[in-house]
């Protein structure tokens, strides 16, 4: 019922405090989980579950994510009626998104340091196994800096850098991605995520 349309709608609702909003949209699954009786049971198995591997709200981790746009919006301006053509630089050509990522545990005492991703761009590999080789001897051998040796040869930084602290082997082509957050606490999340998913709990 719209209070246009009936004089009488609009008083009762300023008598009671009332207002017209527009409703978000849940779809079918998020509708079924709204009800009191499926957020009861939602809290009773995660209750179990934490409970089961031990674990309190600081150990819970909630990633989250936003775009935001480099370019910024204009707003209105004034002008004179019957303008027919209003124009407003911008900050930028194009808009060009970028993605920010925060991290932090249940309980908030814990915020993982924001994470900025800009649009990437591929870096396709221009140099050659001679060249790595040659680059990390001529820093262990000749005594040439790792910086200097990255100008040289054309290698990246951290390519050579590991190569000659013998954190990578020479002949390992991409180095293995050391775990976050340590091996043992990946370890207990996989455990908790499958969990969760015998329990019937989504997990996202």
Excluded: W
Aim: proline share 2%; net charge positive; charged share 25%.
């Amino acid at each position: 019922m719209s209070c246009h349309q009936n004089g009488g709608t609009k008083v009762l609702m300023m008598r009671h405090n009332l207002t017209l909003r527009q409703p978000d949209n849940l779809s079918a699954a998020q509708s079924f989980m709204a009800t009191e009786k499926t957020k009861q049971e939602f809290f009773e198995k995660l209750t179990n579950v934490m409970q089961d591997l031990k674990i309190t709200g600081s150990d819970i981790y909630k990633v989250d994510e936003t775009g935001l746009s480099m370019v910024n919006k204009g707003g209105k301006i004034v002008t004179p009626k019957g303008t027919k053509t209003v124009a407003m630089r911008k900050s930028g050509e194009r808009s060009e998104n970028i993605t920010l990522v925060v991290a932090s545990n249940a309980t908030s005492t814990v915020i993982l340091s924001r994470m900025v991703i800009y649009k990437g761009i591929r870096m396709n590999r221009s140099y050659t196994n001679e060249d790595l080789e040659e680059a990390v001897s001529a820093v262990r051998v000749g005594g040439l800096s790792i910086r200097e040796a990255e100008r040289t040869y054309q290698v990246p930084f951290n390519t050579i850098r590991r190569r000659v602290n013998g954190s990578v082997d020479m002949n390992c082509k991409r180095a293995e991605p050391q775990p976050l957050l340590g091996t043992e606490c990946e370890k207990n999340i996989y455990e908790a995520v499958l969990q969760l998913q015998k329990n019937g709990i989504r997990f996202e």
